[in-house]
């Protein structure tokens, strides 16, 4: 009896027993491609969260050069493993990058969004943008897909993961693709914006 007593009093007071958990599901814009593992956003986020005394883990699935049909074939696994609270879903950079139908990474994020909800996880939806030399038809109809995709599944969006960063060349590393340590607070602080309400009264109490 005074076992199961201590039991229950363990499971009650250890942190991680009522933590949620953010699941941040993207490509090497958040894997930290290029620089230090805890100079990157979603390192930054975690100290965040524990800065504002939010009870959240954060476990970061990203993986350099991922697009939307690598996530989609991985997406069941990773939110059964991790069973998140939020999912951060941050894929179709390297879709655009590599010119893939754009009906076909909507479709891709469509099947990540209801995944993740089926879980019984809130989404967060990250956008991005291409450059112009993608073509205005093109970069166009990619930077709405985002748009259409949160629309159709009632989810927030992030327009734009690099809001802020992209155009300004001291921001990025030698290949002009992927951010610099110094660019990383302000991609936080542009996912925090869609983040925050997710979160609910634990930061609108603080």
């Known amino acids: 009896m005074l076992r199961k007593l201590l039991l229950v009093l363990l499971f009650a007071w250890c ?3 009522a933590a949620g958990t953010i699941l941040v599901f993207g490509d090497s814009l958040a894997a930290a491609y290029g620089i230090g593992a805890r100079e990157g956003w979603v390192t930054l986020l975690e100290q965040r969260l524990r800065e504002k ?3 959240y883990t954060v476990a970061n699935a990203s993986i350099s050069g991922e697009t939307t049909s690598g996530g989609a074939a991985r997406i069941d696994e990773a939110v059964r493993r991790t069973q998140p609270s939020i999912v951060i879903l941050a894929l179709g950079s390297n879709d655009g990058l590599r010119g893939l139908p754009v009906a076909q990474m909507k479709e891709n994020l469509a099947r990540m969004v209801r995944a993740a909800r089926s879980a019984g996880s809130r989404v967060l939806l990250v ?3 291409m450059p112009p030399n993608y073509g205005r038809r093109y970069t ?3 930077q709405q897909a985002f748009a259409e995709v ?3 599944h009632r989810v927030p969006l992030v327009p734009f993961l690099l809001e802020g960063v992209a155009g300004n060349r001291e921001y990025f590393l ?3 693709l992927h951010p610099t340590a110094a660019a990383q607070p302000i ?3 542009t996912v925090w914006k ?4 997710l979160l609910g009264a634990q930061v609108g109490a603080r």
């Open 174 to 176: 030698s290949d002009n």
């Open 15 to 17: 942190p991680s027993a």
């Open 150 to 152: 949160a629309e159709a």
């Open 194 to 197: 869609g983040l925050a309400p």
């Open 187 to 189: 991609i936080l602080d």
């Open 53 to 55: 005394g939010l009870d």
């Open 127 to 129: 956008g991005n943008r």
């Open 140 to 142: 166009e109809e990619f």
